[in-house]
């Protein structure tokens, strides 16, 4: 069965925006599972930006670990930090910093752009399937922008 380009637009918006699981955006679309593989490798949507939406949390979380390894050893071995895991623990910090606000601005655009297509959704079935890779484009862009592409 072939499919409209605007399913497969939803398809893609639900996995690359999302995150969305192929076997969630099967069960939301009523696509088979097989095609929605299909498309992920056809369309290259691994390549698309998937990982950008995720990578400054998950990079802002690496820092945070870091710095409960540094306590954790120093607790472990019942002795105070040195100055050495001072100043590291001081610059993780910083730089965690830095690293949350344009995720934060990046979370809060896709959380528009979600909120906006289901309203859209809504009132508008047609439209909204029109607007999915236009919605798709405009959160690629801007997070692009956020990170100085």
């Known amino acids: 069965m072939k499919h409209s ?15 969305k699981s192929p076997r969630e955006i099967s069960e939301v679309t009523g696509v088979p599972l097989s095609t929605v593989h299909s ?3 056809k369309h290259n949507w691994d390549d698309y930006g998937r990982i950008r939406l995720v990578t400054p949390w998950k990079v802002a979380n690496d820092l945070m670990r870091q710095i409960e390894q540094i306590n954790h050893l120093a607790i472990a071995e019942r002795r ?18 830095q690293i949350y606000k344009p995720a934060e ?16 959704k809504n009132r508008d079935t047609q439209l ?20 100085g592409e």
């Open 80 to 97: 105070p930090l040195d100055n050495g895991e001072v100043d590291r623990i001081v610059k993780l910090v910083k730089s965690s910093k």
């Open 39 to 41: 498309w992920i490798k």
């Open 128 to 147: 909204y399937q029109s607007l999915t890779g236009i919605l798709l484009e405009f959160v690629q862009d801007f997070t692009d922008k956020l990170k």
């Open 5 to 19: 380009e605007s399913v497969r637009g939803e398809a893609e918006f639900l996995y690359i925006v999302k995150n």
């Open 105 to 120: 601005y990046a979370s809060v655009a896709i959380d528009i752009v979600d909120r906006l297509g289901t309203f859209i």
